[in-house]
C-alpha cells in the first residue's frame, strides 16, 4: 500500500487490510451467508461508488472497524461495513463476494456446509444454489468496475475497442458496438445456445 500498488481485499483480505491499518476485526452480530442486498454509504469525491443498491453474495460471520483515512463505501441490513476505501488511495476492502461463481459456490457449499444453520442472514441451500445464472453475472461485471477502477479504466475498454474478446467466469463477453459514446455500450451474453442482449450505463447493472 505504502508502494502505491493498487490493493483490493475480498472477505477475509478485508479484514486483514483493516487490521494491518490498525482497525480491530471481530465477529459480526449476526453471520451473513446469501445473496442480500448492499447500500451505497458515501458520496466522497474520487472513491469508488457503488451503485444505490446491489445484491451481493456473501459468506462470512466477522466484520471490521473502519481503519483511520478509510471511507465506507457500502452497508448491509446484518453487517455495517460491507465495503472501505482508503481515502487518496487505490486500496479497496470488500466483505462480500463479487467473483462468485456457480462454481465457486458449489465448492463453498461442499465445503462449509455445517455453516448453513438456521438465522436471520443465513439462506438455505437451495436459496444460494437458487439464483439465476444473471445474479452472477450482474456480480462479475461489478467486480469488473472494481478492478477497471484500481487500474484504470482504459484497460477493459481498450480491449473491447480492439475487438479482444473479454472471457467473463460465465460469458464470453463479446463487443457488438465499437462505439463508446457516453459510456453506453452493447453486449452480447452467450449461454450455450441462448443469447440475451443487454444494455449497460456505465456497468452498473445491479438492481
Given at each position: 500500500?505504502?508502494?502505491?500498488?493498487p490493493?483490493l481485499?475480498?472477505?477475509?483480505?478485508?479484514q486483514l487490510?483493516?487490521?494491518?491499518?490498525?482497525?480491530?476485526?471481530t465477529?459480526?452480530p449476526?453471520?451473513?451467508?446469501?445473496w442480500?442486498?448492499?447500500?451505497?454509504?458515501?458520496?466522497?469525491?474520487?472513491?469508488?461508488?457503488?451503485?444505490?443498491?446491489?445484491?451481493?453474495?456473501?459468506?462470512?460471520?466477522e466484520?471490521?472497524?473502519?481503519?483511520?483515512?478509510?471511507?465506507?463505501?457500502a452497508?448491509?441490513?446484518?453487517?455495517?461495513?460491507?465495503?472501505f476505501?482508503?481515502?487518496?488511495?487505490k486500496?479497496?476492502?470488500?466483505?462480500?463476494?463479487?467473483?462468485?461463481?456457480?462454481?465457486?459456490?458449489?465448492?463453498?457449499?461442499?465445503?462449509?456446509?455445517?455453516?448453513?444453520?438456521?438465522?436471520?442472514?443465513?439462506?438455505?441451500?437451495s436459496e444460494?444454489?437458487?439464483?439465476?445464472?444473471?445474479?452472477?453475472?450482474?456480480?462479475?461485471i461489478?467486480?469488473?468496475?472494481?478492478?477497471?477502477?484500481?487500474?484504470?479504466?482504459?484497460y477493459?475498454?481498450r480491449n473491447r475497442?480492439?475487438?479482444?474478446?473479454?472471457?467473463s467466469?460465465?460469458?464470453?463477453?463479446?463487443?457488438?458496438?465499437?462505439?463508446f459514446?457516453?459510456?453506453?455500450?452493447?453486449?452480447?451474453?452467450?449461454?450455450?445456445?441462448?443469447?440475451?442482449?443487454?444494455?449497460?450505463?456505465n456497468?452498473r447493472?445491479?438492481?
Amino acid at each position: 500500500m505504502e508502494a502505491g500498488i493498487p490493493v483490493l481485499g475480498v472477505c477475509l483480505g478485508a479484514q486483514l487490510i483493516a487490521g494491518a491499518l490498525g482497525a480491530r476485526v471481530t465477529r459480526n452480530p449476526q453471520k451473513e451467508i446469501g445473496w442480500f442486498p448492499i447500500e451505497s454509504t458515501s458520496e466522497e469525491v474520487g472513491v469508488f461508488q457503488f451503485p444505490k443498491t446491489c445484491t451481493v453474495f456473501h459468506w462470512h460471520g466477522e466484520t471490521f472497524d473502519l481503519p483511520v483515512g478509510a471511507v465506507r463505501l457500502a452497508k448491509s441490513q446484518a453487517c455495517e461495513n460491507q465495503a472501505f476505501q482508503i481515502i487518496g488511495r487505490k486500496v479497496i476492502g470488500l466483505q462480500f463476494h463479487l467473483e462468485t461463481t456457480p462454481e465457486s459456490l458449489g465448492k463453498l457449499i461442499d465445503n462449509c456446509r455445517d455453516e448453513l444453520v438456521a438465522g436471520p442472514w443465513i439462506q438455505k441451500e437451495s436459496e444460494l444454489r437458487g439464483v439465476t445464472e444473471k445474479s452472477y453475472v450482474k456480480i462479475n461485471i461489478l467486480m469488473d468496475d472494481v478492478l477497471s477502477y484500481l487500474i484504470g479504466d482504459t484497460y477493459l475498454i481498450r480491449n473491447r475497442q480492439l475487438g479482444i474478446r473479454y472471457v467473463s467466469p460465465i460469458y464470453d463477453l463479446v463487443p457488438l458496438s465499437q462505439s463508446f459514446e457516453d459510456t453506453l455500450f452493447h453486449e452480447e451474453f452467450f449461454a450455450g445456445a441462448d443469447a440475451v442482449k443487454v444494455s449497460f450505463q456505465n456497468s452498473r447493472v445491479c438492481p
